[in-house]
C-alpha cells in the first residue's frame, strides 16, 4: 500500500525518532509499504518519519546494474546508529521525497560506519563510501530530525525558503501522494 509521504514543514520530520523492538506490530507491512511508497515516488530511499512514523527504520534500493558494488542494493536499517564518518568532504545533489523539486549540493564526508538492524533483526556494523554512504547518512538524518535543508548556508536557505513555503502550504505539484502540514491549518 502506498503511504502519503509527509512534507516539509510537519514536526515530526524535526523530531528524533526512536528505537523499536523485533514485536513491533506489523514492521514487515510497513517495511513493503515503505519500499512501495519509495518506488512510486521515484526515490532511492525513505524514512519511517517521512510516513508519519518517529522510529528508527529508513530502506534504501540504489541498485545500478552498471554500477560495481552496486549491482544488488536494496536494504534495510533498524534501530541504525552512525559509530563515526571519515574520508574527505564532497559535494553531491541531494534531493529529498519530503521537499519535491528542492535540490542542493550538500557536503558530507564520504566514509560512514554504521551500525543497525536488519528485516530479519540480523546485527551488522559496516563501512560504506560514496553513493551508498551518501544515501545513508541523508536517511539516517531523518531518524535524527535532520533534514539536507538543515546544512545550507543561511543565505542558500533564505534564497529558496519562498519554495519551502510553498511545499508545507501543498501548493505545489507532485505526482505522488503527500500530506501537507499547513494545508489544512490555513483553510
Ligand atoms: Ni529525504
Given at each position: 500500500?502506498?503511504?502519503?509521504?509527509?512534507?516539509?514543514?510537519?514536526?515530526?520530520?524535526?523530531?528524533?525518532a526512536?528505537?523499536?523492538?523485533?514485536?513491533?506490530?506489523?514492521?514487515?507491512?510497513?517495511?513493503?509499504?515503505?519500499?512501495?511508497?519509495?518506488?512510486?515516488?521515484?526515490?532511492?530511499?525513505?524514512?519511517?518519519?517521512?510516513?508519519?512514523?518517529?522510529i528508527?527504520?529508513f530502506?534504501?534500493?540504489?541498485?545500478?546494474?552498471?554500477?560495481?558494488?552496486?549491482?544488488?542494493?536494496?536494504?534495510?536499517?533498524?534501530?541504525?546508529?552512525?559509530?563515526?564518518?571519515?574520508?574527505?568532504?564532497?559535494?553531491?545533489?541531494?534531493?529529498?521525497?519530503s521537499?519535491?523539486?528542492?535540490?542542493?549540493?550538500?557536503?558530507?564526508?564520504?566514509?560512514?560506519?554504521?551500525?543497525?538492524?536488519?528485516?530479519?533483526?540480523?546485527?551488522?556494523e559496516?563501512?560504506?563510501?560514496?553513493?551508498?554512504?551518501?544515501?545513508?547518512?541523508?536517511?539516517?538524518?531523518?531518524?535524527?530530525?535532520?533534514?539536507?535543508?538543515?546544512?545550507?548556508?543561511?543565505?542558500?536557505?533564505?534564497?529558496?525558503?519562498?519554495?519551502?513555503?510553498?511545499?508545507?502550504r501543498?501548493?505545489?505539484?507532485?505526482?505522488?501522494?503527500?500530506?501537507f502540514?499547513?494545508?489544512?491549518?490555513?483553510?
Amino acid at each position: 500500500m502506498k503511504l502519503p509521504i509527509v512534507a516539509y514543514g510537519d514536526p515530526i520530520l524535526k523530531k528524533k525518532a526512536v528505537d523499536i523492538s523485533s514485536d513491533y506490530p506489523d514492521l514487515s507491512n510497513l517495511i513493503a509499504d515503505m519500499f512501495e511508497t519509495m518506488y512510486n515516488a521515484n526515490g532511492v530511499g525513505l524514512a519511517a518519519p517521512q510516513v508519519g512514523r518517529s522510529i528508527r527504520l529508513f530502506v534504501i534500493d540504489i541498485s545500478d546494474k552498471e554500477e560495481p558494488g552496486l549491482e544488488s542494493f536494496k536494504k534495510v536499517f533498524i534501530n541504525a546508529q552512525v559509530l563515526g564518518e571519515d574520508g574527505t568532504l564532497w559535494d553531491f545533489n541531494e534531493g529529498c521525497l519530503s521537499i519535491p523539486d528542492v535540490r542542493e549540493d550538500i557536503k558530507r564526508l564520504d566514509t560512514v560506519r554504521i551500525s543497525y538492524y536488519d528485516e530479519n533483526w540480523k546485527h551488522y556494523e559496516e563501512t560504506y563510501t560514496g553513493i551508498a554512504a551518501r544515501v545513508i547518512q541523508h536517511e539516517y538524518d531523518h531518524t535524527e530530525g535532520k533534514l539536507f535543508t538543515d546544512k545550507l548556508s543561511p543565505l542558500r536557505r533564505a534564497m529558496i525558503k519562498s519554495r519551502l513555503d510553498a511545499i508545507s502550504r501543498g501548493a505545489i505539484k507532485v505526482n505522488y501522494k503527500m500530506k501537507f502540514p499547513a494545508a489544512s491549518r490555513k483553510r
